[in-house]
């Protein structure tokens, strides 16, 4: 049987790289592509931390990935054998229930499956159920490394985040987290012209980086006066949008401090224990509260961007190891701080 190099959960906190059979077409809708690079995302730390149960030790990890099409089911249509892709987060049928009302994150027979239930990306191939809507044939233009971000970071900051909080023109926005999901959200609700946009964190250096994609303010909660801090830049009003991007109780309670009057908070970190919510000071501000799996449907819109040169997503990944150095990248990704690194390629 031929194999493969993969990296693979093997229990609480562990990855370790290890050969695995090569995936192969199992159903007419599925492709099997085979990477040029995968990275890591703050899910696949929450998985290593325990807090997503459907992810079992012996799983391949990964849900991001650019690569090239190795074989194709006799019903995918859009692609072809050679053509370089990119991989969504999110698989969809396109015609369940969920599918049908735009929330694919939800599909019956999809969703979040690669990296969680079934092998993920960060192998040498996968295997991509429901093709079709999954993969996103990439212009040239677009660099394969670079577009990594592309598989989830940009469609979540955009969904769960901008569009989630109704960043308007005009208004104010919080992002609390500066990891590459926060970052996207940044660079997404640019293009919607909010007058301004503070970008919260306790790393100092992804503040910088903050500041260079657009933050107008950034504020490091490690200080004592955050919240005070914070309040000062809207004149004691609070925010319009407040978007959650780490997936803690302490980052969500300041949420709730942030939002003013009429405001929304979008809660896109990924919760693995219990969060409280302040009905009691909450409940006579019209405020609204968002949360959400992200669909990814905005993912050809987002490549139309990058082709265009509306947004510019080459900055974000900083670090890249060779597969065989998987642990490595793990280890960096989960001290990003000290190392500089935002979002950590692997490439095959
Ligand atoms: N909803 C979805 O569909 C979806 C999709 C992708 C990722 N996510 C989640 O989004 C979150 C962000 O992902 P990422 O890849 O950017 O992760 P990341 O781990 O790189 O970034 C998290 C950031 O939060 C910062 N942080 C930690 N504690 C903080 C605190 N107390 N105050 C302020 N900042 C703090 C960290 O310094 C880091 O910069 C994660 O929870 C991830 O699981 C959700
Ligand atoms: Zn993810
Ligand atoms: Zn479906």
């Given at each position: 049987m031929a194999t493969m190099k993969a990296l693979v959960y093997t229990g609480p906190g562990t990855v370790e790289v290890l050969e695995r059979p090569k995936p192969t077409i199992q159903e007419p809708t599925d492709a099997v592509v085979r990477l040029l690079h995968a990275s890591i995302c703050g899910t696949d730390l929450h998985i290593l931390k325990g807090d997503v149960p459907s992810a079992k030790p012996g799983l391949v990890l990964g849900h991001e990935g650019v690569g090239i099409v190795e074989a194709l089911g006799s019903a995918v249509r859009g692609v072809e054998v050679g053509s370089r892709v990119l991989i969504s987060c999110m698989t969809s049928c396109g015609q369940c229930r969920y599918c049908q009302k735009g929330i694919t994150a939800h599909c019956e027979t999809g969703g979040w499956t690669l990296g969680n239930k079934i092998d993920g990306t960060q192998a040498e191939y996968v295997r991509v159920p429901h093709a079709t809507l999954s993969l996103h044939s990439l212009p040239t233009s677009i660099p394969s490394r670079a577009a990594?971000?592309?598989?989830d970071a940009f469609p979540t900051g955009l969904e769960c985040g901008v569009l989630s909080a109704n960043v308007q023109p005009g208004c104010s926005v919080v992002i609390i987290g500066a990891g590459p999901v926060g970052m996207a959200a940044l660079m997404t609700a640019r293009l919607y012209t909010p007058a301004l946009i503070v970008m919260v964190d306790l790393d100092e250096t992804r503040l910088n980086t903050a500041r260079s994609f657009g933050a107008h303010a950034t504020v490091n909660s490690a200080a004592p006066d955050t919240l005070s801090q914070l309040m000062a830049l809207t004149d004691g009003h609070g925010f319009d949008a407040v978007i959650e991007a780490v997936g803690i109780p302490a980052t969500f309670a300041l949420c709730q401090e942030l939002a003013g009057i009429g405001g929304r908070i979008a809660n896109v970190g990924v919760h693995g224990t219990k969060v409280d919510l302040h009905l009691e000071k909450l409940w006579d501000r019209n405020i609204s509260i968002h949360m959400s799996l992200v669909n990814a449907t905005t993912t050809p819109r987002l490549i139309r961007l990058v082709e265009s040169g509306l947004l510019d997503i080459g900055s974000l990944v900083t670090h890249h190891f060779p597969c065989d150095e998987g642990s490595k990248a793990y280890e960096t990704f989960q001290a990003a701080s000290q190392h500089q690194a935002l979002k950590v390629a692997i490439d095959f």
């Amino acid at each position: 049987m031929a194999t493969m190099k993969a990296l693979v959960y093997t229990g609480p906190g562990t990855v370790e790289v290890l050969e695995r059979p090569k995936p192969t077409i199992q159903e007419p809708t599925d492709a099997v592509v085979r990477l040029l690079h995968a990275s890591i995302c703050g899910t696949d730390l929450h998985i290593l931390k325990g807090d997503v149960p459907s992810a079992k030790p012996g799983l391949v990890l990964g849900h991001e990935g650019v690569g090239i099409v190795e074989a194709l089911g006799s019903a995918v249509r859009g692609v072809e054998v050679g053509s370089r892709v990119l991989i969504s987060c999110m698989t969809s049928c396109g015609q369940c229930r969920y599918c049908q009302k735009g929330i694919t994150a939800h599909c019956e027979t999809g969703g979040w499956t690669l990296g969680n239930k079934i092998d993920g990306t960060q192998a040498e191939y996968v295997r991509v159920p429901h093709a079709t809507l999954s993969l996103h044939s990439l212009p040239t233009s677009i660099p394969s490394r670079a577009a990594v971000a592309v598989s989830d970071a940009f469609p979540t900051g955009l969904e769960c985040g901008v569009l989630s909080a109704n960043v308007q023109p005009g208004c104010s926005v919080v992002i609390i987290g500066a990891g590459p999901v926060g970052m996207a959200a940044l660079m997404t609700a640019r293009l919607y012209t909010p007058a301004l946009i503070v970008m919260v964190d306790l790393d100092e250096t992804r503040l910088n980086t903050a500041r260079s994609f657009g933050a107008h303010a950034t504020v490091n909660s490690a200080a004592p006066d955050t919240l005070s801090q914070l309040m000062a830049l809207t004149d004691g009003h609070g925010f319009d949008a407040v978007i959650e991007a780490v997936g803690i109780p302490a980052t969500f309670a300041l949420c709730q401090e942030l939002a003013g009057i009429g405001g929304r908070i979008a809660n896109v970190g990924v919760h693995g224990t219990k969060v409280d919510l302040h009905l009691e000071k909450l409940w006579d501000r019209n405020i609204s509260i968002h949360m959400s799996l992200v669909n990814a449907t905005t993912t050809p819109r987002l490549i139309r961007l990058v082709e265009s040169g509306l947004l510019d997503i080459g900055s974000l990944v900083t670090h890249h190891f060779p597969c065989d150095e998987g642990s490595k990248a793990y280890e960096t990704f989960q001290a990003a701080s000290q190392h500089q690194a935002l979002k950590v390629a692997i490439d095959f």
